[in-house]
């Protein structure tokens, strides 16, 4: 079995107990599903573009994940296979936003186009979140599922903070077009995620902001070249439901 095979399959265990019409996670697993009938598998050599065990962070999250967990093992072995990349650049934020959000946030990709798993309409992969990480309000059309390998973190949904922690075992779901924040403790964190859906669309950033009429602006964000995003001028949002 491929690293790859191994990585949808894994998810795919994990999810498997809520894939049941009317459940969060359903959608995702049946998109995985789908993938696993319809992806082409070919681990190869990755670009060595970052090497994830010598990320001591990485290193942690993993030694820190429990033993013997059949994701953790899949991650291990489809890492070094993929282009891991930081979500975003410090130049490319602007302020206020605290440009320091850009050191604490990796990501790749498993699962897409030109991937371990050749599967265009899903994206899925491992999003390493260094502790002390406070990724601000925001939100994006595609609906995205993370699911913890090691480490804890909390996700906070909508303007009133509704907030819960995603640990190992766990998962967490952001519906389309949901405002979330993500913020970590001292340790790092490692989660698998799926976007399901286009993956072209902006992320928006919003922060409060006393001179527009809702009290919220908002900077939306495209995705360069790299994978990466980088943050464009901000607007005033008109609407707040
Ligand atoms: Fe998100």
């Known amino acids: 079995m491929t690293a790859g095979r191994r990585f949808v399959e894994a998810l795919l265990d994990r999810l498997s107990e809520d894939a049941v019409a009317g459940k969060p996670a359903a959608a995702f697993h049946a998109a995985l599903l789908e993938c696993r009938n319809g992806a082409d598998f070919h681990d190869g050599p990755g670009t060595p573009y970052w090497d994830p065990e010598s990320d001591p962070d990485y290193a942690a999250a993993l030694a820190a994940a429990p033993a013997g967990d059949p994701l953790t093992e899949a991650a291990r072995a489809v890492a070094p296979l993929t282009r891991w990349n930081p979500v975003t650049r410090a130049e ?33 992969g491992l999003f390493l979140l260094r502790g002390g990480l406070h990724y601000p309000l925001h939100n994006h059309e595609s609906p995205e599922i993370y699911v913890g390998i090691s480490g804890a973190v909390t996700i ?26 993500l913020t970590t403790g001292d340790a790092p964190v490692l989660l698998a ?9 902006p992320i928006w950033w919003w922060r409060e902001d006393e001179t527009s009429p809702t009290g919220w602006t908002r900077s939306p964000w495209h995705r360069q070249v790299d994978n990466s995003w980088a943050m464009d001028d901000e607007e005033p949002v008109v609407s707040v439901s």
Not at 193 to 201: K, Q, S, V
């Open 92 to 124: 490319h934020v602007r302020p206020p936003y605290d440009a320091d959000v850009a050191s604490r946030m990796l990501a790749t990709l498993a699962i897409g186009s030109f991937c371990p798993v050749h599967y265009p309409t899903v994206r899925a």
């Open 156 to 181: 906070s949904h909508g303007l009133n903070g509704d907030t819960h922690q995603v640990s190992p075992g766990g998962y967490s779901v952001t519906p389309s077009d949901t405002l979330h924040s």
């Open 193 to 201: 995620f799926i976007w399901l859906g286009p993956y072209d669309r």
